[in-house]
């Protein structure tokens, strides 16, 4: 998770939103990632989107079974899906995120018929930090 609010920060000083993300498999850093809706001009660069992708790419599947996944935020529903569609095996996210999230908030995905595999959920880890990276980020730009 360290890693992943350092990835945080480093999209805060590109202008981005601070989420970071962080996929581990086998016990290794396969690949990290930040927020890149704004350089990319992409709403769907969060920052899961972009490391499920490099992972993907590095693992050489569209499936990343047994692979865990860090977040400093609580991921939003389009996040939760692209979570599932890969088999994460487990989801580690920091702050919950009660306007947007998907997992513990609002549509709770993996909890829906629609979702046919759900990681297991770990919430809250490092959640004090990774919230302030955001509410620094947004007090600075008001
Ligand atoms: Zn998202």
């Known amino acids: 998770m360290d890693l992943a609010l350092e990835e945080a920060r480093m999209a805060a000083a590109r202008g981005e939103v601070p989420v ?3 996929v581990v498999f086998n016990g290794e850093v396969i690949a990290s990632a930040g927020n890149r809706t704004r350089e ?3 709403v769907t660069a ?3 989107i972009v490391v499920i992708r490099e992972a993907c790419r590095i693992v050489g599947d569209e499936r990343l079974i047994g692979a865990d996944l860090y977040v400093t935020l609580e991921p939003c529903t389009m ?3 692209a ?3 890969a088999r994460l095996r487990r989801l580690y996210y920091g702050a919950e995120d009660p306007k947007g ?3 513990d908030n609002g ?3 993996f909890s829906q018929p629609t979702c046919h595999h759900a990681p297991d959920v770990y919430s809250d880890i490092s959640g004090q930090s990774a919230a302030e990276i955001l509410r620094e980020f ?5």
């Open 138 to 142: 947004f007090a600075e730009r008001r």
């Open 101 to 103: 999230g998907g997992v």
């Open 46 to 48: 969060h920052a899961e």
């Open 107 to 109: 549509v709770r995905f």
């Open 40 to 42: 990319l001009n992409d």
């Open 20 to 22: 970071g993300a962080v």
């Open 79 to 81: 996040c939760a899906t």
């Open 83 to 85: 979570i599932s569609f």
